[in-house]
């Protein structure tokens, strides 16, 4: 129940596309649901989040849609480039317990110029 | 702002031996947590700490332990290390408070052998 399923595993996508990934959890207590962008040699970089009471985020090229019914939210990245090659976890924390977050596998984008 | 800070790097140790690492947090931030990120289990929680107590952890055995100073310094450390402790361990800090941003250091790339 404390898991937190990702797909697509891996993501290619044509320059100026959209790139959709999309994650799944069971536990309905979790509150908090980052998105984070890893380079390699690099930690995880805190991309965009949102609390269950909205159901879409927008930050720039970047949108989190959230169906709290479905127990459900994705990432979409609009006008892929090539620099968003990386590779993107979904999270997600009953705050209430601190940081303690709950990641996806992952998804390895890479965005073809 | 200087960014959180992890020494070692890279580390190789052999079976049996035991590390510390160490993670210096953003000034002013007072929560540390610390991940273990492979590629077959992820990104998993090991501990937090925040204001020199441990605040929450995760599933990991007791060799893996942790603490943190009142300058809000953590050290990792895992005794009796075994091949499959060979990981990237990242650790992360934030202001503690509820849906705070959760800034990573680059990791500390251990070996085992």
């Known amino acids: 129940q404390q898991q937190v399923k990702q797909s697509p595993q891996s993501l290619i996508v044509q320059k100026g596309g959209i790139s959709i990934i999309n994650c799944a959890y069971e536990?309905?207590?979790?509150?908090?649901f980052p998105w984070y962008q890893q380079f390699p040699g690099k930690g995880p970089a805190l991309l965009i989040a949102?609390?269950?009471?909205?159901s879409e985020k927008k930050e720039g090229r970047f949108t989190i849609s959230f169906n709290k019914s479905a127990k459900q939210f994705s990432l979409h990245i609009m006008d892929s480039q090539p620099g968003d090659s990386a590779t993107y976890f979904c999270?997600?924390?009953?705050?209430?317990?601190?940081?303690?977050?709950?990641f996806g596998p992952g998804t390895r984008l890479s965005v073809l110029p | 702002k200087a960014g959180v800070t992890q020494t070692p790097r890279y580390l190789i140790k052999t079976r049996g031996q035991q590390v510390t690492l160490s993670c210096s947090p953003i000034?002013?931030?007072?929560?540390v947590s610390w991940y273990q990120q492979t590629p077959g289990q992820g990104l998993q929680f090991l501990f937090e700490y925040f204001s020199e107590t441990q605040r929450n952890k995760g599933n990991f055995p007791g060799r893996f332990s942790g603490r943190q100073f009142s300058n809000s310094r953590s050290e990792m450390n895992v005794s009796t290390l075994e091949l499959g402790d060979s990981a990237l361990y990242l650790c992360?800090?934030?202001?503690?408070?509820?849906?705070?941003?959760?800034?990573f250091g680059p990791g500390t790339r251990l070996t085992v052998l």
């Open positions: 999270a997600a924390s009953r705050d209430n317990y601190g940081q303690n977050f709950v």
């Open positions: 536990n309905t207590a979790f509150d908090y």
């Open positions: 949102i609390r269950p009471d909205v």
């Open positions: 992360a800090s934030s202001t503690g408070s509820p849906w705070s941003e959760q800034f």
């Open positions: 000034s002013g931030h007072r929560s």
